[in-house]
């Protein structure tokens, strides 16, 4: 499976943040020491601007709806339920904020829920002295990171699930590709940023080796991925 590092600065379109520009970040992890050192990491890096931390999911809210930060980054045990229902209402909410997650939780299962909930990264706990500002670059671009410890058992589950090294996500971005929608009408229906959807589309291209939308019908077809 491709490597999830994707530095090479993006291609810019109109309206879209200058990649000269730093990363505006909300910070939300309820473990006051934990808060104040990642609140450091994040503050010594001139590509971070960090908007506010906070202690909670609620406190963060308002920060992130007020200040229309470019990241969040949060405790993933500060979610409530367990199938990323917290994830997909801030999704809903704040389409243009991209998620990253942090955890001491290292299944690969959990790291794929996030992720289908709208999470774009995903950063083990003690690992985020290293991991946690690659993460935030790449979720800035919408593109995907997961923590090199959880990755490979990651691709295994996708390739055991999804065939072909799809994700769930991807199955389903392959789906509506297929039927015509556009990148703008597939973001709105996942509840996904543009970019993140177009980062997702020329994944999906090289995965599978495929390099027009007729291609594409046909994979979804044989796949039954829609109706023949």
């Not at 730093?22 to 939300?28: D, G, Q, T």
């Not at 809903?92 to 955890?103: D, G, Y």
């Not at 939308?213 to 109706?227: D, K, N, P, Q, Y």
Request: aromatic share 2%; charged share 25%; glycine share 6%.
């Amino acid at each position: 499976m491709p490597a999830h590092l994707h530095l090479a600065p993006a291609v810019e379109t109109p309206g879209e943040r200058s990649t000269t520009s730093p990363i505006k970040v909300v910070l939300a992890v309820d473990h006051a020491s934990a808060r104040r050192s990642l609140r450091r990491l994040l503050d010594d890096s001139e590509a971070v601007k960090m908007v506010a931390d906070a202690p909670g999911v609620s406190e963060a809210t308002r920060w992130v709806r007020t200040s229309a930060p470019n990241v969040l980054v949060v405790d993933l045990r500060l979610m409530r339920g367990t199938n990323g229902e917290e994830i997909r209402r801030l999704r809903a909410q704040f389409p243009t904020t991209e998620i990253v997650v942090l955890t001491m939780d290292e299944s690969p299962l959990s790291a794929q829920r996030a992720i289908d909930a709208g999470a774009v990264g995903f950063v083990i706990k003690d690992r985020a002295d290293s991991e946690l500002l690659p993460a935030i670059s790449c979720a800035a671009r919408g593109e995907e990171f997961v923590s090199p410890r959880v990755l490979p058992g990651l691709d295994a589950l996708r390739r055991a699930v999804g065939g072909a090294g799809l994700s769930p996500r991807e199955n389903e971005i392959v789906r509506m590709i297929a039927l015509g929608h556009t990148s703008v009408e597939i973001a709105a229906k996942l509840r996904l940023s543009r970019r993140t959807v177009e980062t997702e589309r020329a994944r999906i291209y090289t995965k599978l080796a495929v390099t027009t939308r007729a291609e594409l019908v046909r994979f979804a077809l044989r796949r039954r991925l829609i109706g023949c």
